[in-house]
C-alpha cells in the first residue's frame, strides 16, 4: 500500500468517527448547533482575523473535549455495564473537560462580543 492510499484511510477511520459522534452523541450534537449561530454572527458582525481565530479555536476546543468525553463513554461501557467507583470517576472527569472547554468558549466569546453591544 503506498503512502497516499494508506493516509486516505486514516482520514476515512477519521471522518468516520466524527460521522459516529454526530449521529449517536446528544452533547456534541448539542455543542455543534450552538456553534452554527456564533459562525453566523461572525459573518453579519464582520469579524476581524483575531476574533475568528478566537471563536473557531473556542470551537474546536469544545467540539475536541466532547469527542474525547464520548470516546471515554464507549470504553466505559465496553468493559462494564454495572456501576464501578473508577469508571465513574472516568466519565465525571471527562465531563468535566467538557465544562471546562465550554466556560473557557463563553469566557472568550464574552471578550469577543463585548465591543459589539456596548
Known sequence: MNIFNHTARKFG???KGLRIAVKTD????IHFLFAFPVVL???FLHFNRYEWMTVVISI???LVAELFNTSIEYLV????DEYHELA???LDISAGAVLT?????VVLAAF???PYVV
Not at 26 to 29: G, Q
Not at 77 to 80: E, I, N, P, V
Not at 101 to 105: E, H
Open 88 to 90: 465513574e470517576k472516568l
Open 13 to 15: 477511520y477519521a471522518f
Open 101 to 105: 472547554a465550554a466556560i473557557m468558549a
Open 60 to 62: 474546536g476546543l469544545v
Open 77 to 80: 461501557k465496553m468493559f462494564t
Open 41 to 43: 454572527s461572525g459573518f
Open 26 to 29: 446528544n452533547s456534541f450534537k
Open 112 to 114: 469577543v462580543y463585548y
